[in-house]
């Protein structure tokens, strides 16, 4: 018995002395940058709503031809129409998704936070109507505790055509963005719908 309490002690002494050693005191430091990164996307706390100048819905689930697609490069033809629509609001393999929302009575569109974690600036674009909304965001990144080159990864900003929608810090659950696209072809970045 005496055996097993003193084996117990020195297990519990090894562990301590272990974990103490490995803590150097960077686990909760953020890096513009993870040398062994590479692309990735997240999910994060906007939803977007294309309305026109009325406030009125321009995305038609029952339409493809209305439906914004998300792409991680600059695209000399716009992408073709999402063939791969489902059910449940999800298209564009999965990383777009199109979800009506009962209090603004608009369907909102949800798209990753793609980026690279060997840089903390990074751009793609949302096409609607053959247009490209610019999506200019910067990252931060952590190590976890696991190691093993797991990092976790945090929008600092988020722009939409050169206009901030989102910065780090603000208490938000989720926050909508109206991009209202008029006839005359210009685009404005909203917060509230202007009905």
Known sequence: MRNRNLFKMFFLSLLIISLTGC???NGDRWYHSMEDGGPFYAGHVLRFYYI???GNDLIDPDDPTTLPISSTTLLSTPPETPTDFEANGYYNNRQNLIQYDEVEKLNSFFTYAYGDSRY???TFYVYF?????VMDLTHRYQNTIMGDGDYLSDVVSWKVNGEQVYELGEKVYRKKVFICKTEDGKTTILF???R
């Open 120 to 122: 903390s600036d990074y």
């Open 52 to 54: 026109d100048g009325e």
């Open 192 to 194: 509230e719908n202007i």
């Open 23 to 25: 803590n150097d005191n």
């Open 129 to 133: 109507n053959g247009e490209a909304d």
